[in-house]
C-alpha cells in the first residue's frame, strides 16, 4: 500500500506586495516530479491562486482554506496517469517528470496584499500518486504605472507623433 501523508495535501509560496505599486500579472514555472506511482488512478495536482490583505484571511491553513476564493490555473496543472505497479520511482528522471510553465494575467495585487499560490491534491477518497514540486520560478510581476506616469507616457507619445506628421509632410 501507498504510505500515509501522500493521499492529500498542498504546498505553497506566498509573497507580500512591498513595492509601493499595484502589479498585476505573473508568471510561474515549476518543474512537476513522481516519486510514488500508484495503480489506483490518475492523479491531479492543481495549482491555485489567491490574493488576500494578509495571510491570515485564509485562516493560515493553505490547504483547507476555502473553495471560493481561489482561482484555478488549468495551464499550471499536472494530471498524471496511474501506473502499473505500487511503488517508488525516481522523480528526478524525465519518464517521472515535466516542467511546466504558464502566464497568469488579471490578478490585481495592491500595495501590502499578499499572493499565495498553493498547488493541490484534492481529498479523492483514494491513493494517489506521490507528487512533489521542484524548482519554482515566479517572474515577471507586471507593475501598473502610476496615472501621472501614464499621462506622461501619452503626452512624449503625442509629442513624437506631432513632430514625425510635421516633418513628414
Known amino acids: 500500500g501507498q504510505p500515509g501523508g501522500l493521499k492529500k495535501g498542498s504546498m ?14 505573473f508568471d510561474v514555472g515549476y518543474k512537476g516530479e513522481k516519486w510514488y ?10 495549482f491555485q491562486y489567491t490574493i488576500q490583505d494578509s495571510f491570515a484571511d485564509i485562516n493560515s491553513d493553505i490547504d483547507r482554506a476555502g473553495a471560493g476564493i481561489w482561482t484555478d ?4 496543472g499536472w494530471n498524471v496517469a496511474a501506473g502499473t505497479a505500487n ?7 524525465a519518464a517521472n517528470g515535466t516542467n511546466i510553465n504558464a502566464s497568469v494575467s488579471g490578478a490585481t495585487l ?6 499565495i499560490m498553493r498547488w493541490r491534491i ?4 483514494q491513493n494517489e500518486n506521490g507528487l512533489f514540486i521542484d524548482d519554482v520560478t515566479v517572474d515577471n510581476l507586471v507593475a501598473i504605472p502610476e496615472p501621472a506616469t501614464m499621462g506622461l507616457v501619452v503626452a512624449f507619445g503625442g509629442t513624437i507623433l ?7 509632410l
Open 12 to 25: 505553497g509560496l506566498i509573497f507580500q506586495n512591498n513595492t509601493g505599486t499595484t502589479l498585476t500579472g
Open 110 to 115: 495592491a500595495d501590502g496584499q499578499v499572493l
Open 37 to 46: 506511482q500508484n495503480t489506483s488512478g490518475d492523479t491531479t495536482l492543481l
Open 122 to 125: 484534492p481529498l479523492s477518497g
Open 73 to 76: 490555473v488549468g495551464g499550471l
Open 162 to 168: 506631432f513632430i514625425r506628421r510635421r516633418f513628414m
Open 87 to 93: 511503488g517508488w520511482v525516481n522523480g528526478s528522471t
